[in-house]
């Protein structure tokens, strides 16, 4: 049996009135989605527990079948797996976003989608700055870093992430609570330092969004999950360009395909992550490809970016996978975004998700197309997202 799990990031949306009362998903072309979701089963998956903010790191522990009541110590402690880093016992893995604060308001989480050189520039600068506060800073990819905290201090605070306070007052939105004395400490002088630092007075001068600041947030200690072969049986394999999902890899024991073009942005190369994806499905019992693209449109607002990525991972993924795995006797795919990132929002929200599974497995078709509406109107409900991994492998969901 071979499996596959595509991932479109935030594809789901709400229904807009600029696509006369379509979402971006209804309003793009899938003839392929609309061809599993048809003759599959289609309904709809809780990833986010009540208790938990919505954001890829808990959704996507529900989607590979991790009870984030059980599981979760925070999104960084997950992401530092992917960096190498070894998280010590006593030690807080916190993520680290370089952004752009203009006036006291947080213009872009993203600091204009940062180079990964200037990335590291930034980076290497703050550690020049840093000895003796018990902290190291890491450079990921683009806007996305790391930084982990030795001390004595418990980093328990609050902290908001910043793409959902764009737009919004730093001052109203900063860490709260035990430990946040330790944080506000170093976001405050990374302003001092950062502000008129070359690098950003170049980007200034290119037109482009300066990363005059850093935001902590997400932090936790090492998680200890049991690997995916051992909750399942079966071996796994990912293909993403976001270091969250190559982190959840490391710690369930899944092979991390890295694929050239993969930018886990709007440009990312998507014939190379689906050429990439049938090569591994022939070595690996299950394979999971994760495209971030939709959610970095859904953060931007831009309905039209939007569209055009849910239409490529369609025609440029969906489709080539599909027709590789057809070629095996018993397959299964299930294809279903982690989490809505509503183009009128321009953050995640936590609604139960569309799916669709489709391969060899007992179930009526839905002959319904792929969208969040229709999905609902199945009444297929997983009100526990973390058990639909299992249903999926084994089968048994109808």
């Not at 949306?13 to 089963?41: C, Q």
């Not at 992430?161 to 004395?181: A, M, R, V, W, Y």
Request: aromatic share 8%.
């Amino acid at each position: 049996m071979k499996y596959c799990i595509i991932i479109p990031d935030g594809m789901a949306d709400y229904k807009l009135e600029r696509l006369n009362g379509r979402t971006p998903l209804e309003a793009a072309r899938t003839p392929n989605m609309d061809d599993l979701s048809s003759n599959g089963i289609l309904g709809v998956v809780n990833t986010v527990p009540e208790k938990f903010k919505p954001g890829s790191d808990i959704a996507c522990l529900s989607v590979l079948g991790y009870n984030p009541e059980v599981y979760y110590t925070g999104r960084a402690p997950l992401e530092s797996a992917s960096l190498g880093i070894e998280l010590g016992e006593k030690d807080w893995a916190v993520r680290c976003n370089l952004i752009t604060a203009n006036d006291g308001i947080l213009e872009d989480f993203s600091a204009g989608h940062i180079s990964d050189n200037e990335a590291k520039l930034i980076i290497s600068i703050l550690n020049e700055s840093s000895t003796g506060k018990n902290v190291r800073f890491y450079a990921g990819k683009s806007y996305r870093n790391l930084m982990v905290y030795s001390g004595d201090v418990e980093l328990e605070a609050d902290c908001t992430p910043p793409h959902d306070i764009i737009g919004k007052p730093i001052t109203q939105n900063l860490p709260k609570g035990k430990g946040s004395e330790v944080l506000l400490d170093l976001m405050q002088n990374s302003y001092q330092l950062l502000e008129n630092h070359k690098v950003n007075k170049v980007r200034i001068d290119l037109g482009e969004n300066p990363a005059n600041m850093i935001w902590l947030w997400g932090q936790g200690r090492r998680p200890s999950l049991a690997t995916f072969e051992e909750l399942h049986g079966i071996s796994g394999a990912v293909i993403t360009g976001v270091d969250l999902l190559k982190g959840m890899a490391n710690y369930i024991g899944w092979n991390i395909i890295d694929v050239p073009g993969a930018t886990a942005y709007l440009d990312t190369d998507y014939d190379a992550k689906a050429q990439y994806a049938i090569k591994a499905i022939e070595t690996h019992d299950l394979v999971l490809i994760h495209i971030e693209a939709p959610d970095e449109a859904g953060h931007e607002g831009n309905t039209h970016e939007k569209i055009r990525a849910i239409e490529n991972i369609d025609k440029k993924i969906v489709g080539p996978v599909l027709d590789a795995l057809k070629k095996h006797d018993d397959f299964r795919i299930l294809v279903l975004p982690d989490h809505y990132t509503p183009i009128s929002k321009r953050t995640h929200t936590s609604e139960p998700v569309p799916f669709a599974i489709y391969g060899s497995i007992s179930g009526n078709k839905s002959k319904l197309t792929f969208s969040e509406s229709n999905a609902e109107q199945t009444g297929l409900r997983v009100k526990k997202g973390y058990q639909l991994m299992s249903h999926f492998i084994e089968g048994t969901i109808s």
